[in-house]
């Protein structure tokens, strides 16, 4: 249901409250009394059975009972009274309820069928419930204080959003010490119908909000989550705290990849993909918020910081060193600038300190002098109360000069005393972060630099790797053979068939289930060989002893097979299935690990790293979510030791060839959910060539048990939605190929758009582009196939784009904005209508209800082409009509 109803939890006009009391110590009296306390403006309706009154209040025995529409229901009764009041507020119109009661799920079999009612009621009537177990909603700049606590908060620009009430109390008491202000405040209780996805989305397109701020215990929905996020982490900067940094799966696996993916990974993971900064502590939580939306963000980690204390100076250059920031290089012309400028005794360097007598003119040049330092990307003040500069002079000497630079400027008032205190409040009021320690303006820094960095590597522009479809249909005989026979793990044979169908390197494996086939058959791969135990019950070979190196002779060869098959009898309940047999790789390589696992909240995830018999011990692993491209396979990548030990060894690995094998793992994952775990390990790459050299592959049974089609989707970010794929005739000799954009048609599309003419390009945008940054391309190319879908149209033989469609779903779930774009040349051929139809499909597929598009009034053919289509016009200035089609 998206965001439909929130605005009235948020902006109510009435609210009742439910289980009112004159009591102050209940949670009904607490919300009655500071929701009149707090000033709120609107209607406020008590609801109470037994009384007439309620703190001087008229009351009411039910909400039915109340003469006007409720736009908010806050619930403070029991637990069992619950259900049947949900169900008399979606008779009665109301909007949106806030259930405070505690007593549900955390309660067992009683609580969970509570909650199965709430949500039976909740789905009849369309009304949003934020709880159960809920500390409230509180807007301060329009004084709702719909909360049980009464603790005020400061209005301001972030959406605190938390899934503890005891945390919303804490925050809310460290805000207001540090001034920090809130456009609102949000216990999400138990999720039982708005989630952590709902308020995102909400707050993404609040104008109140800037940046969104959360403290999670556990994700519920997580592609919802993962959608909302990264829809407006490129507008919005969100910042998360997640509780349980250390906790680890406990979760029996069968693989290397099962093993080595803990939750906290994960998370990290999932929150770097979206583009979400994770910090570790609550106060690091909102002096982030603020510096991300108050200030430019820094493009690279280099930072001169600028003092009149040398010791706090070395403090913050230990922080920025060990966060991995460095210190900004002076360029000759400001390293000159500053020795005519300071005093003689003033030592020119990065951090420049200018020395406690340092006088406000001082400060002024210095920092004027650096901020035109071409190397650095953010600056640093860091004052101590000394000399003869107060702390209010410094302030408004930084705000000024701030106007002179596009770049990160952050302060660190070291002092708390009131003239500070009031100093790092005129900063923040103007824009400027202000701290009161240099270790803590520094991380701000380095998160911010953190976040921008991410996002900048998200929206590359990825490379196009050609991947051919696998045969997908015999691989999935083989998973029903396993099925069939009981089995778990694919054997080894079956497992490389896979690899193979995807084009993944796998080393020359034969299978041999005599001695004399195990003789025959090393002849044929050649002396020296690798002899492995087949068996579907003996996990790891190498650890107990399965795998034997450097066999070299045929005599040998025998002697392995019977200690292998003797060996294998030993491991009960263990059944001996032959040998496989494989050469001796003796060029020198690195050997790295791929696998996946499912995760039980994220779905399928993958592993790349470090591998060989040491995977767990050095745990060398990064994490990525499929669908990945090939930007996201570097990424990858690039997060591992060994890769930064590849470089700092010279011995480089093939990163192209890597990319590509993960993009074709990657698409394996996505064809086969079945597969719960993928272990190969290792894959052993040298310079030119790579090979698998085992593979694991464990099987869901409940999957496998019913159709796929059955079961929900196992990622988290939707992949490129191939199912839009059609082919349209122009003309006789001219074809054209319809698909979902990717991130990869970036430089087509740009062509595509600067190829348009004047006319065209003005019925389309209202305006003429001058320019194409990156930045606007890739929000059209770089999309969310949950929410937004566009279909270019390639010319089949040059791959040329040539027209361009598309529907974005709004936050609400119940509209869509389309568009339409056809190339001058091949206007008048059918092709807008062909979009058109697939845009429609793509509405109903997102089950929108209307699309609605902007057409100028003298765009004639567009504005017939939707008429055609059933589009109903309404005029929506002297320029412009807005074009409506029902959906359903």
């Known amino acids: 249901m998206g965001t439909e109803n929130l605005n009235l939890i948020f902006n109510p006009k009435s609210i009742a409250v439910i289980g009112a009391s004159d009591k102050q110590d209940a949670v009904g009296g607490k919300v009655l009394s500071n929701l009149v306390k707090a000033g709120y403006m609107g209607s406020i309706f008590p609801v109470n059975a037994f009384r007439q009154t309620v703190q001087g209040i008229p009351a009411y025995p039910s909400i039915t009972k109340i003469p006007l529409k409720v736009d908010l229901a806050v619930i403070a009764t029991p637990a069992h009274t619950v259900p049947q009041l949900v169900e008399e507020c979606g008779e009665t119109g109301v909007s949106g309820i806030i259930i405070a009661s505690a007593g549900f799920r955390e309660k067992g079999k009683a609580g969970l069928e509570l909650e199965k009612q709430i949500l039976e009621h909740q789905k009849r009537y369309g009304v949003r419930i934020i709880g159960t177990n809920s500390f409230g909603v509180i807007r301060p700049k329009i004084n709702l204080y719909a909360s049980f606590t009464d603790k005020q908060a400061h209005t301001g620009k972030i959406a605190f959003i938390s899934q503890s009430a005891a945390l919303c109390a804490y925050a809310l008491d460290w805000a207001t010490e540090a001034h920090v202000g809130f456009s609102a405040v949000v216990s999400t209780g138990s999720m039982l119908d708005v989630d952590l996805g709902d308020l995102i989305d909400y707050f993404g397109t609040d104008t109140e909000t800037r940046s969104i701020v959360l403290y999670i215990e556990s994700v519920k929905n997580a592609r919802k989550f993962m959608s909302a996020a990264r829809n407006f982490t490129r507008n919005k900067p969100i910042i998360v705290v997640k509780a349980g940094r250390f906790k680890e799966s406990s979760e029996a696996t ?10 906290t990974a994960i998370y990290d993971a999932a929150f770097k993909r979206a583009g979400i900064v994770r910090v570790d502590a609550i ?16 493009e690279k980690p280099d930072l001169t910081i600028i003092t009149n204390a040398g010791g706090p100076a070395i403090m913050a250059t230990d922080s920025l060193v060990a966060r991995g920031g460095k210190l900004a290089k002076l360029s000759e012309e400001t390293i000159q600038a500053l020795q005519e400028t300071l005093p003689s005794y003033c030592s020119i360097s990065n951090p420049l300190d200018i020395y406690e007598d340092a006088t406000p003119e001082r400060f002024r040049k210095a920092i004027e002098i650096c901020i035109r330092n071409p190397s650095s990307s953010g600056f640093l003040i860091i004052y101590t109360p000394q000399g003869s500069t107060t702390s209010s002079e ?38 400027v972060p202000a701290f009161t320690t240099p270790e803590e303006a520094v991380s701000t820094f380095m998160y911010m630099y953190n976040y921008t960095q991410n996002l900048t590597l998200l929206y590359q522009t990825p490379q196009e790797l050609s991947i051919e479809p696998a045969n997908t249909r015999l691989l999935r005989e083989s998973l029903r053979r396993a099925f069939c026979e009981g089995r778990k793990v694919l054997t080894l044979p079956e497992a490389i068939q896979f690899l193979r169908e995807y084009k993944i390197p796998t080393v020359k494996t034969l299978i041999a289930n005599t001695r004399e086939e195990a003789v025959a058959l090393a002849s044929e791969v050649g002396y020296p060989i690798v002899m492995k135990a087949l068996s579907l019950q003996a996990t790891h070979k190498f650890k107990i002893g399965m795998v034997k190196l450097d066999v070299c002779s045929s005599a040998e060869t025998v002697s392995v097979f019977d200690e292998l098959a003797n060996k294998i009898k030993k491991y009960t309940p263990a059944e001996f299935r032959g040998v496989a047999i494989q050469p001796m790789l003796r060029e020198r390589g690195y050997e790295l690990m791929l696998g996946s696992k499912r995760d039980k909240h994220f779905g399928s995830v993958i592993v790349f790293g470090a591998g060989g018999t040491a995977t767990e011990f050095f745990k060398d692993t990064a994490i990525g979510f499929p669908p990945l491209t090939q930007t996201l396979a570097k990424i990858l990548i690039e997060e591992t030791k060994i890769y930064q030990h590849s470089i700092a060894s010279g011995y480089l690995l093939n990163v192209n060839m890597l990319e590509d094998i993960l993009v074709r793992f990657s698409q394996l994952v996505l064809d086969f959910p079945e597969i719960t775990e993928i272990d190969v390990n290792p894959l052993i790459m ?7 050299v085992d593979i694991r592959m464990v099987l869901d049974w409940d999957r496998m048990m019913r159709e796929v089609a059955e079961h929900k989707d196992t990622i988290i970010i939707a992949s ?3 199912k839009y794929n059609m082919i349209h005739r122009l003309n006789a000799e001219t074809e054209a190929t319809l698909r979902p954009i990717k991130p990869e048609d970036e430089a087509r599309l740009c062509e595509f758009l600067m190829s348009l003419s004047q006319e065209t390009i003005r019925f389309r945008f209202f305006r003429i582009l001058k320019e194409l940054p990156h930045e606007t391309l890739t929000r059209y190319c770089n999309l969310d196939y949950d929410r937004e879908i566009a279909i270019v149209a390639e010319l089949k033989d ?13 936050p609400n779930g119940k509209n869509g904005e389309f568009a339409v774009l056809v190339g001058d040349r091949w206007q008048g051929l059918g092709l807008g209508s062909k979009l058109m139809d697939g845009i429609i499909n793509i509405a109903k597929d997102l089950r929108l209800e209307k699309i609605y598009g902007y057409v100028l009034v003298n765009n004639f053919k567009m504005l017939h082409l939707c008429e055609k289509k059933g589009f109903k016009t309404e005029t929506y200035d002297e320029d412009v009509v807005k074009l409506t089609l029902k959906i359903i």
Do not use: W
């Open 254 to 263: 069968l693989s290397h990849s099962g093993s080595l993916v803990g939750e």
């Open 283 to 298: 106060r690091e939580l909102f002096n982030c918020a603020e510096a991300l939306a108050m200030q430019p963000n820094p």
């Open 394 to 431: 410094l302030a408004q000497l930084i705000v000024d000069l701030t106007k002179q630079t596009k770049k990160t400027v952050i302060t660190a008032l070291m002092s708390e005393d009131n003239r500070c205190l009031q100093a790092r409040k005129f900063l923040r009021r103007n824009g």
């Open 686 to 692: 040298s310079e030119n060539e790579v090979a698998a």
């Open 720 to 722: 490129h939605p191939q």
């Open 798 to 810: 040059t791959k040329k784009i040539i027209g361009v469609g598309g529907v974005i779903a709004e």
